[in-house]
Nanobody, 126 residues
Framework: QVHMVESGGGSVQAGGSLRLSCSAS????????MGWFRQAPGKEREFVAA????????YYADFVKGRFTISRDAARNTVYLQMTNLKQEDTALYYC???????????????????WGQGTRVTVSS
């Protein structure tokens, strides 16, 4: 069984920064890519960013381009999301996800991923 552990959420004022981390471990896991999604109260889960494990190619939702940066530590099966210039509308539960084996895939789609974390909450106040 693959375990996904997220950390780094919290409360911050608008304009502030946070760094989320997510590590995948256990089971039989051949990482193809990891992503971050978020879900605000009353809204559907949406794509934020993703990174390919081979080559490190990245994808971003338009609403975070220039503010968020996704990166990875391949040796530790860990993905990071550096969030800057946070806005109140960034308030949400942030989930990390991982895809194991196979490919190629559309890493912006929820259905692509095999494993999900429990979520870490980000609250941005004015």
């Amino acid at each position: 069984q693959v375990h996904m552990v997220e950390s780094g959420g919290g409360s911050v004022q608008a304009g502030g920064s946070l760094r989320l981390s997510c590590s995948a471990s256990g089971g039989t896991f051949s990482n193809r890519g990891m992503g971050w999604f978020r879900q605000a109260p009353g809204k559907e889960r949406e794509f934020v960013a993703a990174i390919l494990w081979s080559g490190g190619g990245t994808y971003y939702a338009d609403f975070v381009k220039g503010r968020f940066t996704i990166s990875r530590d391949a040796a530790r099966n860990t993905v990071y999301l550096q969030m800057t210039n946070l806005k109140q509308e960034d308030t949400a539960l942030y989930y990390c996800a991982a895809k194991s084996f196979g490919g190629p895939y559309d890493f912006t789609r929820i259905s692509t991923y095999d494993y999900w974390g429990q979520g870490t909450r980000v609250t941005v106040s004015s």
